[in-house]
């Protein structure tokens, strides 16, 4: 089922809302981007200008270490209206902040390996294991050291996003 985009402003917050509060946690910012982002519902810069005003609204705080929250306010605006939006939506946002949840809680090792080819092309294996059982094994013939450090970083930085996103692509999501 191909996803239609939230353009509206106040579905748009209230998104972003739903979604923070279902983690029901303190989040970076970079981590509400990516949730927020992840299913295609919304677009990054309809992201920015949203998030600010919630910011701005006191609908979501910070604290001294940058992590946010969403405050009362904004758990009783989420609460009452998130019928409000499509219940589609709604399920693929809350379906991918519990995805977040399971994999941040669960203790998962990441594993990266580079290996140099005798055609001078990059193998990088990325692989992920819980509780000494394979989750994950990816290995990806790259033309470059640099392509392949890129990568690396990037599936070191957010493994999970890698995950989930592997998952639905390959899910027909």
């Given amino acids: 089922m191909a996803v239609i985009?939230?353009?509206?402003?106040?579905?748009?917050?209230?998104?972003?809302?739903?979604?923070?509060?279902?983690?029901?946690?303190?989040?970076?910012?970079?981590?509400?981007n990516d949730l927020a982002l992840y299913e295609g519902v919304i677009s990054n810069m309809d992201f920015i200008e949203a998030f600010e005003e919630l910011e701005?609204?006191?609908?979501?705080?910070?604290?001294?270490?940058?992590?946010?929250?969403?405050?009362?306010?904004?758990?009783?605006?989420?609460g009452t209206l998130k019928n409000e939006l499509s219940g589609y939506i709604h399920d693929k946002g809350m379906r991918?902040?519990?995805?977040?949840?399971?994999?941040?809680?669960?203790?998962?090792?990441k594993e990266i390996e580079t290996t140099e080819n005798e055609d001078g092309t990059v193998t990088l294996t990325l692989g992920l294991s819980k509780s000494g059982k394979e989750l994950m094994k990816l290995s990806l013939t790259l033309d470059t050291q640099y392509q392949a450090q890129k990568m690396?970083?990037?599936?070191?930085?957010?493994?999970?996003?890698?995950?989930?996103?592997?998952?639905?692509?390959?899910?027909?999501?």
């Fill in 152 to 173: 690396a970083v990037a599936f070191s930085e957010n493994p999970e996003l890698v995950y989930i996103r592997l998952i639905s692509l390959l899910g027909g999501e």
């Fill in 56 to 78: 701005k609204d006191g609908l979501v705080k910070s604290d001294e270490h940058g992590m946010y929250t969403v405050t009362e306010d904004g758990a009783f605006i989420a």
């Fill in 5 to 32: 985009p939230l353009t509206e402003s106040g579905d748009i917050k209230l998104y972003i809302l739903c979604i923070m509060k279902n983690v029901g946690y303190p989040l970076e910012y970079s981590d509400i």
């Fill in 96 to 109: 991918s902040a519990l995805q977040y949840i399971s994999f941040r809680k669960s203790n998962v090792k």
